[in-house]
């Protein structure tokens, strides 16, 4: 099998990446973009390709339309269902599709695999009929699917807000809203708004627009929950909380998202500890350049930002790399960047204050010891911290206590709830406690798929 070689690499089809892979097309670079699913545009804009003019995700929905279109006529190569399941400091990316195993090496590579949710770990979040609020979305996006039954949305963040719209403008409108936000953000919040009103006003008058339909649908609202627990004995049966209950057939939890950082902590890429986002993040400089010279990261996977912030930050990668692989001179780059830069102060202005409106409670970082932290191998939150007495002194020495984080997720899910409890046994900042460490294969793969490779 001949290795395949190409200038530039992009992994991921959300926004940041359809917006890279497009403009380093047109800059002259031969570019791949390699992404899991059948079609472009992440989880933010899944299914755009397919979505009507009319349809209930609404107008920032419908803007990916513009991103994927561009992709397809530019020129770059797009690989679709195809999963990057190892990928080497120097460039060498292993490949698995429909059609078998392969390798690609590139010159430049851009992991731009985007955010995922937050865990929502409350007692019975693992019952059937409890999802996450964007697992929901996505089945409104690829199958035009809705709950049949009393869904109750319960958490926190814009997420929230938006798929009880959507759900409204799709006929099937959500039983309660259960907003988990302390009253403490709120004071908080409004104390930044003085420094944010003018520069987000867009972003502001957009969110404000959006609780106004919710509320206009009639939706019960519950604020300053605390206290959620599913009930149920074989599915989810209700909901409860400190102060109340309510039936249900359908909980959505959502508290918010933070990066993928699973390739670019299997890379050893230097990460920090954001403290106002609540989650590890990759270092990485104005351009998305990290601490290897061959990787750079754009998007929601170097910090939450929004689709449109992810964008503009795949396109100042793009840039980056035709200047490093002289495809453009550095004052043509800069020139260039000048307006992306400029258009992204803009979207980043909100960000101050919805980092601070929709901080996570203490008890969804840090949960009670008899709840399960990792799905996959059915790991307490008790037996977590019973592995710190006994001498673990981080996530990856956890593992080999109690097996937290070696299933299918490799960690994903249970990640920040695993260094959380750590540091808060432990007594130690979250920083030193640090992060899982994957390793490859990043997704589970045959056998079989394994036995195919080139020995070379």
Same mark, same amino acid.
């Given at each position: ?199 987000? %006003? +867009?972003? &502001?008058?957009?969110? !404000?627009? @959006?609780? *106004?339909?919710? =509320?206009? /649908? ?5 604020? #300053? ?119 992204? %102060? +803009?979207? &980043?202005?909100?960000? !101050?204050? @919805?980092? *601070?409106?929709? =901080?996570? /409670? ?5 949960? #009670? ?88």
């Amino acid at each position: 099998m001949t290795l395949e070689r190409v200038d530039f690499a992009v992994i991921g089809a959300g926004p940041a990446g359809m917006a890279a892979a497009t403009l380093a097309a047109e800059l002259g670079l031969d570019t791949v973009l390699i992404d899991e699913q059948e079609a472009p545009g992440g989880l933010i804009y899944r299914g755009i390709e397919r979505a009507e003019d009319h349809s209930p995700l609404g107008d920032d929905y419908l803007a990916g339309r513009q991103l994927a279109g561009a992709l397809r006529a530019s020129g770059a190569t797009y690989r679709p269902a195809t999963t990057v399941w190892h990928l080497d400091p120097e460039g060498t990316l292993s490949l698995i599709s429909g059609s078998g195993t392969e390798t690609l090496r590139a010159r430049r590579i851009l992991v731009a695999t985007g955010a995922i949710e937050r865990p929502a770990p409350i007692p019975g979040w693992t019952l059937p009929g409890v999802m996450t609020a964007g697992a929901a979305q996505i089945m409104l996006k690829t199958g035009d699917l809705v709950p049949s039954g009393r869904a109750v949305l319960a958490g926190q963040g814009p997420l929230l807000w938006l798929v009880a719209a959507q759900l409204v403008r799709a006929g099937a409108t959500p039983a309660a809203i259960l907003e988990t936000a302390p009253h403490r953000n709120y004071h908080a919040a409004a104390r930044l708004l003085p420094r944010v009103l003018w520069p987000a %006003r +867009r972003a &502001l008058w957009k969110g !404000l627009s @959006l609780i *106004r339909e919710v =509320r206009r /649908a009639g939706i019960p609202i519950r604020r #300053e929950v605390t206290g959620l627990r599913a009930l149920g004995r074989n599915r989810l049966e209700a909901v409860a909380w400190d102060s109340g209950e309510i039936a249900a057939d359908l909980l959505l939890l959502h508290e918010g998202v933070i990066p993928n950082t699973q390739i670019s902590l299997a890379l050893g890429l230097e990460h920090r500890w954001d403290d106002a986002q609540l989650c590890w993040r990759p270092v990485a400089d104005e351009w998305g350049a990290t601490s290897l010279p061959t990787i750079s990261i754009a998007g929601d996977g170097g910090g939450i930002a929004g689709a449109e912030a992810s964008a503009l930050t795949g396109r100042l990668a793009a840039l980056d790399v035709a200047d490093f692989l002289d495809k453009l001179d550095p004052a043509e780059r800069d020139r260039r960047a000048g307006p992306i830069r400029a258009a992204l %102060r +803009r979207e &980043l202005a909100i960000r !101050l204050l @919805l980092d *601070r409106l929709y =901080r996570p /409670a203490p008890a969804i970082l840090v949960p #009670e010891d008899d709840i399960i932290a990792c799905r996959c191998e059915e790991v307490t939150v008790g037996q977590i911290r019973r592995a710190a007495r006994l001498g673990a002194q981080g996530p990856n020495q956890a593992k080999a206590f109690t097996r937290c984080g070696m299933g299918p997720c490799q960690g994903r899910i249970c990640g920040t709830i695993v260094s959380a409890v750590m540091a808060d046994t432990l007594g130690r900042p979250i920083q030193e406690i640090g992060a899982y460490r994957p390793r490859a294969p990043y997704k589970p793969i045959t056998l079989g798929a394994l036995a195919g490779l080139d020995a070379e």
